[in-house]
């Protein structure tokens, strides 16, 4: 027998927790890549006022959208913020993963401390299993929110970001949109070149420096209320999908159809429950790519007075890059968005996109599903090649 047979015949049959967490990693960025474009006009749909001027509700849909980027950035377009996502989407795997296992361990170290010498901990409940997984989903996005900030401020584009800034245009006391001349020192050529490159530079570090000229370092937590929120979603996916699967094993017995579930079956449960945790918590995905994309007013709760934003611009333009402070009015929170958004929108406000969200969230499900078994044996040769490398050294 050949070494390489032997060493085939050594390898485990089995994925370890680290293995299991590589795979789903790598199958989440596979399916997000191929799926990409959808989800730049998903957030662009989601970030843009349907009140906006200039908007029409045709303008709005996902085909539109893309067809608009096509048309005006080319096919970069689609795949603006692709690095930073993907990195956003690898490491928040991995961020979840390693929590999830320190809580779990802790808290089963806990139960069997409680119990006599040498007995097994009880398996864990679902209703702590979700528990579990919404406390390390919340940790995992503290540490990994800055890059999707980052990814959601490349994705709506240079345009869609340099509209929203207070320093271009200031709102008239007859509520009009309407520009005012201002005395600021004139720029040299060379001055103004190098600002419009900077705002055309749609770079990771260079949005990266822009959040935080125009918000500070703690611009780059925007949306982690909201984030914590919506770590209820997978929770609702989970149950859902377990209480269905339950029910439909059940009638199957009773059918004596066999108590196994066809790959097509689970697909179809997998895609219902998370289009239903989609629908229940999708008014907070929409508050939090507004919030992070600093769109449709999210920054205020009030306007600022005019001689504020006067001074403003003036010191933005005098090359002192500083709000001034009594020109930002707080920043509202997810709720406070809401609520305008209802007032200015109405209830239709708080779904838009939402069928964007399902068609890429469904698609990208069905993706990773396809890819499952393949990316685990690519994590499992991965773990090998390691240790094989470790062992040597």
């Not at 802790?106 to 979700?130: I, M, Q």
């Not at 890059?147 to 509520?175: E, H, P």
């Not at 720029?187 to 530079?201: A, M, P, V, W």
């Not at 066809?262 to 999708?282: H, I």
């Amino acid at each position: 027998m050949s070494v390489q047979s032997k060493q085939a015949n050594n390898l485990p049959q089995q994925l370890t927790p680290l293995g299991s967490a590589l795979a789903g990693a790598l199958g989440a960025c596979f399916s997000n890549a191929i799926v990409y474009p959808l989800d730049v006009a998903k957030t662009r749909i989601q970030a843009t006022s349907s009140t906006a001027k200039g908007k029409r509700k045709d303008d709005m849909t996902m085909l539109s959208v893309l067809r608009d980027m096509l048309r005006e950035e080319g096919v970069m377009g689609w795949y603006s913020g692709f690095a930073a996502t993907m990195l956003n989407t690898f490491s928040t795997q991995y961020a979840y993963f390693f929590f999830y296992s320190f809580i779990r361990t802790a808290y089963a170290k806990r139960l069997t401390s409680k119990l006599p010498h040498g007995s097994k901990p009880p398996p864990l409940s679902t209703a702590a299993e979700l528990t579990l997984g919404a406390i390390a989903g919340a940790l995992s996005q503290i540490f990994t929110i800055p890059v999707s900030v980052i990814a959601t401020r490349q994705q709506i584009g240079k345009s869609l970001r340099q509209s929203t800034k207070s320093y271009s245009v200031l709102d008239s006391g007859d509520n009009e949109s309407q520009p005012y001349q201002l005395d600021a020192p004139k720029l040299s050529e060379g001055e103004t070149k190098e600002l419009q490159e900077d705002q055309d530079d749609n770079s990771f570090l260079n949005v990266a420096r822009e959040i935080i000229r125009e918000d500070g370092i703690t611009g780059l937590w925007r949306g982690l209320k909201p984030s914590m929120v919506l770590t209820v979603n997978p929770a609702i996916t989970y149950g859902v999908y377990e209480r269905l699967k339950s029910i439909l094993l059940l009638a199957r017995e009773k059918a004596a159809e066999g108590g196994k579930m066809s790959p097509w079956m689970s697909f179809m449960l997998g895609a219902f429950s998370k289009t239903l945790a989609t629908v229940v918590t999708y008014p907070y995905i929409m508050a939090k790519v507004r919030i992070q994309a600093r769109t449709s007013g999210s920054d205020t709760d009030e306007p600022a007075g005019r001689d504020d934003r006067i001074e403003d611009v003036e010191k933005h333009l005098g090359g002192s890059l500083q709000k001034h402070p009594r020109g930002r009015a707080k920043q509202s929170g997810a709720l406070a968005l809401l609520i305008r958004v209802l007032k200015t929108e109405g209830l239709v406000g708080w779904y838009q996109g939402m069928s964007a969200q399902i068609i890429k969230a469904v698609l990208s499900q069905a993706l990773l599903f396809v890819s499952k078994e393949q990316f685990e044996r690519w994590a499992l040769v991965i773990l090998v090649l390691t240790s094989k490398l470790r062992s040597r050294s």
